[in-house]
């Protein structure tokens, strides 16, 4: 089926953003590239903003229901076991969280890579937050973390999004998935283990 105006309009601005990155992609080159005037672009959108987040709200707002559903679920737990069973919990679901990433790989690339000077840029940050705040949760059931601790944990956390940030980007989904549990279980098992040292040392 031939691709409507608004379509090719779409399908070049996500070109020219994954090469170029939101910033830099000139407005003007988006839509000669899809073979219109911008009297034609300003047809269906009014900003060059308005187009990346045509490219990508969708993706973000799914996003954020699929780790809401996980989250909500994690929190249900009884506070005195959560910090051992959540992991079960999002292996639960990992195969869904990586389905959901392969079919967004590119819009996914756009925000993580693409998307500075754009509302989603840090949105890898929020998300490590997101899941450094339920960790802290979890591990001050135990015992009370001092603040070299949260530095400690907000480091690892950081650097483990990066690596699943990286492995989102480049494998395909049944690597994706594999890559993605053996990373987990190599930093839940450290993270814990550290903290439980650090607990009995008190």
Do not use: W
Request: proline share 1%.
């Amino acid at each position: 089926m031939e691709q409507t105006t608004r379509e090719k309009i779409l399908s070049s601005g996500k070109k020219m953003f994954l090469e170029m990155g939101f910033q830099s992609a000139p407005l003007r080159k988006i839509v000669a590239q899809a073979g219109f005037t911008q009297g034609a672009f300003y047809g269906y959108f009014k900003t060059k903003e308005d187009l990346f987040y045509a490219l990508t709200d969708e993706f973000v707002e799914k996003t954020f229901i699929l780790l809401d559903m996980v989250q909500e679920e994690m929190e249900a737990l009884p506070a005195e076991r959560r910090l051992f069973e959540m992991s079960g919990c999002y292996l639960r679901h990992l195969p869904e969280i990586v389905a959901h990433f392969s079919t967004y790989q590119a819009e996914f690339k756009l925000v993580v890579r693409c998307g500075e000077g754009t509302k989603y840029a840090g949105l890898l940050d929020t998300l490590a937050q997101r899941n450094i705040s339920q960790l802290k949760e979890s591990l001050q059931a135990f015992y009370q973390l001092s603040e070299a601790e949260e530095k400690l944990l907000t480091i690892l956390m950081k650097g483990y999004f990066s690596m699943l940030a990286q492995i989102i980007l480049e494998q395909g989904e049944e690597e994706m998935l594999q890559m993605m549990i053996g990373v987990h279980m190599v930093f839940e098992q450290g993270i814990v283990k550290l903290f439980q040292l650090s607990a009995k040392g008190k």
